[in-house]
């Protein structure tokens, strides 16, 4: 009951996050120059300014700001994101298209990171000082100083250029006619490299983290008693220290989460990758505000659902929280 409680009172104040979200980005589009009429003129090879005029009133444009806002939140409210102008489409249908591509490398990086971070983590305390620490330590600082772009850029010339190993991009063999779990294989074998690029930096971050906290952890009284009872070293880790020194790692996935989505942002465009972060650039470039509106909907939806989670996961690791204390 106390997490449902805990569940109900974070998703309570989540509300009003979005709102100003989606309100500050549609203030924030209103001051860049142009417009989704001025793109479509362009794509259309131009036009007269009545025609221009026309599409204005179509879409609504010839309103005040805080009108076109107020449409936009009541529409929203009835849960219609809208048509989007570029692509013909409902804004629905066209991100619903994207976004299980952006779900799939957003979960394995995430996964990765988290589990190699974890290890990592763990093994560098153990052995805090010696050279598995020193090497652990040393490839956590080049994975977080370098560029992620950098390492997708030398996967697919090593991987996919040299040894041809990988392929350089896309989310699947065009044309290839795969079906079933060989589909799923030619899918999983696309996202290996985009999802190293996407975790390393994370990964770094991670065992840091994990290093710290299980430093810190396996100092505490409670620890030394478990040893002083005769506990081998791997059963105080996994039964004792483990649980309290996740708690800084779960609470990083939800401060993460939004970060790592805009990271997709760059590894979609470097593999090119048809996820949700590809059409959030592409939205920008043609001014398609209605699909740019839709994206952040949907991204602050991810953001607060894996912060929503973390949090019930983080009530289930330590009560007190739960418990409000």
Not at 113 to 133: H, K, N, S
Not at 197 to 218: D, K, P, Q
Request: proline share 4%; charged share 15%.
């Amino acid at each position: 009951m106390t997490i449902l409680l805990l569940a109900l009172r974070r998703l309570a104040a989540s509300l009003p996050t979005l709102l100003v979200i989606l309100a500050g980005l549609f203030l924030l589009l209103q001051l860049a120059p142009g417009d989704t009429v001025d793109a479509l003129m362009a794509q259309m090879g131009g036009g007269d300014p009545a025609t221009a005029e026309e599409l204005r009133r179509y879409y609504g444009l010839d309103l005040p700001a805080a009108a076109q806002l107020a449409r936009y939140l009541w529409r929203l409210v009835q849960l219609d994101l809208g048509q989007s102008a570029i692509y013909g489409k409902p804004v629905a249908t066209v991100i619903a298209e994207r976004l299980p591509v952006t779900l799939m490398l957003m979960g394995a990086s995430l996964t990765l990171a988290f589990a190699g971070g974890t290890c990592l983590g763990v093994l560098a305390a153990r052995r805090i000082g010696q050279w598995p620490d020193t090497l652990i330590s040393t490839l956590g600082l080049m994975f977080y100083a370098t560029p992620s772009f950098w390492f997708g850029l030398m996967g697919i010339v090593l991987f996919a250029i040299h040894l041809g190993w990988l392929p350089a991009g896309g989310i699947e063999e065009v044309g290839a006619g795969y079906t079933g779990v060989t589909r799923l294989l030619d899918i999983a074998r696309h996202l290996v490299l985009p999802t190293l690029t996407l975790a390393l930096v994370f990964l770094a971050t991670y065992l840091r983290i994990m290093r710290a906290s299980m430093l810190e952890v396996m100092n505490l009284d409670y620890v030394r008693t478990a040893r002083a009872k005769g506990l081998g070293e791997t059963g105080v880790i996994v039964r004792h220290a483990l649980r309290n020194a996740l708690l800084p790692m779960v609470t990083l996935v939800g401060l993460q989460a939004g970060t790592m989505l805009g990271g997709s942002v760059v590894v979609e465009s470097v593999f090119a990758l048809p996820g949700l972060g590809r059409l959030a650039y592409e939205s920008v470039v043609q001014r398609d505000l209605n699909t740019l509106l839709g994206i952040v909907f949907v991204s602050a939806l991810l953001v607060i659902t894996v912060n929503f989670v973390v949090d019930l996961i983080y009530g289930r690791l330590d009560p007190r929280i739960a418990a409000g204390r």
